[in-house]
């Protein structure tokens, strides 16, 4: 079945993580609203995760669009180093385990979701909004709400600001958040470590009563570049590229391939939370078109 649009029909859609790139995603996400499409469950990781939490508390893309478009990106990086110099903050990742705090990111993100009237995931219909976070005290993937069972915390209670954080903390960048459950403290970061794009949470279910559009922050994976390395700091990003997208590509095959906007963001970097308005506005327009081109021959 081919849609070009006109009246409202319900899909289920999974955002992919990227870091500050998640602009893109807004961008694609006005297009797709255009179009009459709107979601009824959502997935996410990382920045995917915020996303998919401000349109599962009621945000419209233009709404969304204002938020980002107003807020001062650098602002949210809260140092875990009380001196700005190179070397302290490196000391600071050593004994810290992270560059910035990430407070001010769930600071944020509860404060935008609360003018909503969502603080926990009691505010959102069951099944609303899942996301990805990576346990590594435990060595296992955290899907949240649900696993928060496994911890002895009542799903329902959690904040969604604090899980969104959680998918959101990025490696050395972002301190690790700490889970206290019934069997001790773990450390919780990016989900992008294990899944940077849970489209596998919707054939999990077993029970797609809806389409399932996905948004992903990269290139098709047969276009994906070869890693240059001879030293430790490629040799680092490397490792944690394959991470982060081996999981996904295995999963996805040519039946998913026809339902996922690929977004190509070359030239930006994860964490380049110091980008101007014009490469804002660049990231939104270029996931825009995306879906633009995308939404043109999408058939379900």
Same mark, same amino acid.
């Given at each position: 079945?081919?849609?070009?649009?006109?009246?409202?029909?319900?899909?289920?859609?999974?955002?992919?993580?990227?870091?500050?790139?998640?602009?893109?995603?807004?961008?694609?996400?006005?297009?797709?609203? /255009?179009?009459?499409?709107?979601?009824?469950?959502?997935?996410?990781?990382?920045?995917?995760?915020?996303?998919?939490?401000?349109? $599962?508390?009621?945000?419209?893309?233009?709404?969304?669009?204002?938020?980002?478009?107003?807020?001062?990106?650098?602002?949210?990086?809260?140092? @875990?180093?009380?001196?700005?110099?190179?070397?302290?903050?490196?000391?600071?990742?050593?004994?810290?385990?992270?560059?910035?705090?990430?407070?001010?990111? /769930? @600071?944020?993100?509860?404060?935008?979701?609360?003018?909503?009237?969502?603080?926990?995931?009691?505010?959102?219909?069951?099944?609303?909004?899942?996301?990805?976070?990576?346990?590594? #005290?435990?060595? =296992?993937?955290?899907?949240?709400?649900?696993?928060?069972?496994?911890?002895?915390?009542?799903?329902?209670?959690?904040?969604?600001?604090?899980?969104?954080?959680?998918?959101? @903390?990025?490696?050395?960048?972002?301190?690790?958040?700490?889970?206290?459950? !019934?069997?001790?403290?773990?450390?919780?970061?990016?989900?992008?470590?294990?899944?940077?794009?849970?489209?596998?949470?919707?054939? *999990?279910?077993? *029970?797609?009563? *809806?389409?399932?559009?996905?948004?992903?922050?990269?290139? +098709?994976?047969?276009?994906?570049?070869?890693?240059?390395? +001879?030293?430790?700091?490629?040799?680092?990003?490397?490792?944690? !590229? #394959?991470?982060?997208?081996?999981?996904?590509?295995?999963?996805?095959? =040519?039946?998913? /391939?026809?339902?996922?906007?690929?977004?190509? #963001?070359?030239?930006?970097?994860?964490? /380049?939370?110091?980008?101007?308005?014009?490469?804002?506005? $660049?990231?939104?327009?270029?996931?825009?078109?995306?879906?633009?081109?995308?939404?043109?021959?999408?058939?379900?």
């Amino acid at each position: 079945m081919n849609r070009s649009g006109g009246g409202n029909m319900l899909i289920d859609g999974v955002f992919s993580g990227g870091g500050i790139k998640g602009f893109a995603l807004v961008g694609a996400y006005q297009e797709i609203e /255009e179009k009459g499409y709107v979601f009824s469950r959502l997935a996410g990781t990382s920045a995917g995760s915020i996303v998919a939490a401000f349109i $599962a508390a009621g945000y419209k893309s233009k709404e969304i669009y204002q938020l980002l478009d107003e807020l001062d990106t650098m602002k949210l990086l809260d140092s @875990t180093s009380p001196i700005d110099f190179a070397l302290f903050k490196w000391l600071a990742v050593f004994w810290k385990l992270g560059l910035y705090k990430g407070n001010a990111l /769930e @600071t944020w993100i509860n404060e935008k979701l609360a003018l909503k009237g969502v603080v926990t995931f009691a505010d959102l219909p069951n099944q609303t909004l899942r996301v990805v976070a990576s346990d590594i #005290t435990r060595g =296992r993937m955290l899907v949240l709400p649900d696993d928060l069972k496994k911890y002895g915390i009542h799903p329902k209670h959690f904040p969604v600001a604090r899980a969104i954080r959680m998918s959101c @903390t990025i490696p050395y960048f972002f301190q690790p958040v700490k889970l206290k459950g !019934q069997d001790g403290v773990s450390l919780i970061v990016d989900g992008g470590v294990l899944s940077n794009f849970p489209m596998w949470l919707f054939d *999990r279910d077993g *029970r797609r009563t *809806r389409p399932v559009l996905g948004i992903k922050l990269s290139p +098709h994976y047969s276009e994906y570049p070869k890693y240059t390395i +001879h030293n430790s700091f490629q040799l680092f990003h490397a490792l944690f !590229q #394959t991470m982060k997208d081996a999981h996904d590509a295995r999963y996805i095959s =040519r039946k998913h /391939e026809k339902n996922i906007i690929f977004i190509k #963001t070359n030239g930006t970097s994860a964490t /380049e939370f110091e980008l101007n308005d014009e490469k804002k506005h $660049a990231l939104v327009e270029t996931g825009r078109k995306a879906a633009r081109e995308f939404l043109k021959k999408w058939s379900y």
